[in-house]
């Protein structure tokens, strides 16, 4: 790393005080009633809301949780005035390729646990050593320990601009982009503002949209149909609430340990594999509570829903009854945004934008919703993977899949 630049070793150690005062709410958690026999159809239903937060208030060990993340090296730093907290894992082998993996919402740097070790050391792992990577795993802008916000703004290309400045603090000039939901939209990105150092894109949970070109609807295969229907019916109550009214639906979850659990496990319910199971079929209970924790520990409900104004808010994400909810327009673009302040976000119109020149990889699980054409048509796509399981939080529910697409991706870009 290069030492003229104020990069300090970092280590979680959470006060006593914040877990006592996260048992003490949980305990005084004030239950509401619900409907008889919906079952998750309205919401988490309370029976199974109630079980998993006595499990974090009486058996989650916290302090065992972070201290498996402080096995990997951490760091915090400044760029362009944001704070960016990030982990950064040097792999043994001395020819490794830089890795950037970069984390959706509702996630964090703990989804990529169980792939530090076989992407930075596969020797160890059963793995060919030249296909190693030395990994930088930065908390986005305004989730986790990358806080507080510079200020408004933070949308995907700004993100982006952080962190290409970061990795040429750490002294990597060409390197690889990984990244999924969150991660998917500023992954390009950074491919789009430094091609000559982003040698390949690596994306899954990747969002595509139309953008109402004549025929671009025409001739969906029945995959894709299913997909875009999928799409349309959506519910995206969590969706509109973070993109309109980030900070005011933060109260109740920055107070509320309960209310930050049931809004995060209803994401881990809906959007895991199989789409019928109970989160905890796809996804360990415990790091379902390590990702939970570290929203509540560290204060971020507002911030790390901010993304979602800049991007969906500004570019004018459609929920008229009747019209196509998907649908990223230029016309929009032009209407309702930050008040006082221009419709367009860092990234401008994404329907109007120029596509990207770098290599990119899309691994599509059985639960996205990614539309091959839709992605051609906006990056330069040299390799497709179809899987027939896994869901959105590949990292934590398929890692050896994930691992797997990653290195064959990129064998071929070093």
Known sequence: MNAQHDIRPFRIDIPQEQLDDLKARLADTRWPDELPGVGWSRGVP???????????????????????????????????????HFLHVRSPEPDALPLVLLHGWPGGVVDFLDVIGPLSNPRAHGGDPTEAFHLVIPSLPGFGFSTPLAGPGMGAARMAGVLIELMSQLGY?????????????????MGKQAPDRVIGVHLNAMLTFPIGVDGELD???????????????????????????PQTVAYGLHDSPVGQLAWIVEK??????????????SVDRDRILTDVSLYW?????????????????????????GEEKA??????????????ESAESDAGDWAASAPGTVPTGV????????????????????????????????????????????????????
């Open 46 to 84: 309370v029976d199974y809301l109630k079980e998993l937060a006595e499990r974090w208030r009486t058996t989650y060990d916290w302090r065992a949780h972070e201290a498996a993340i402080n096995e990997h090296p951490q760091y915090l730093t400044t760029v362009d005035g944001q704070n960016v």
């Open 173 to 189: 000039e060409r390197y690889g982009v990984q990244g999924y939901d969150t991660g998917s939209w500023v992954a390009p990105e």
């Open 219 to 245: 001739g969906l295969t029945e995959v894709e149909q299913r997909r875009w229907a999928a799409m349309q019916n959506f519910n995206d109550g969590y969706l509109q609430c973070n993109s309109k009214r």
């Open 268 to 281: 881990f319910k809906e959007f895991t594999d199989p789409e019928d199971g109970l989160p905890e079929d």
């Open 297 to 321: 520990l560290t204060g971020t409900a507002a911030s790390a829903a901010q993304v979602y104004y800049e991007e969906i808010s500004a570019n004018a994400w459609s929920d008229t009854a």
């Open 327 to 340: 649908e990223w327009s230029a016309e929009g673009a032009e209407g309702e945004g930050a008040e006082g």
């Open 363 to 414: 691994l599509v699980s059985v639960h996205d919703v990614t539309i091959r054409r839709w992605a051609e048509r906006d990056h330069n796509v040299v390799r497709w993977t179809e899987l027939d399981r896994g869901g959105h939080f590949l990292a934590m529910e398929q890692p050896d899949l994930l691992v797997a697409d990653v290195r064959e991706f990129f064998a071929k870009l070093r």
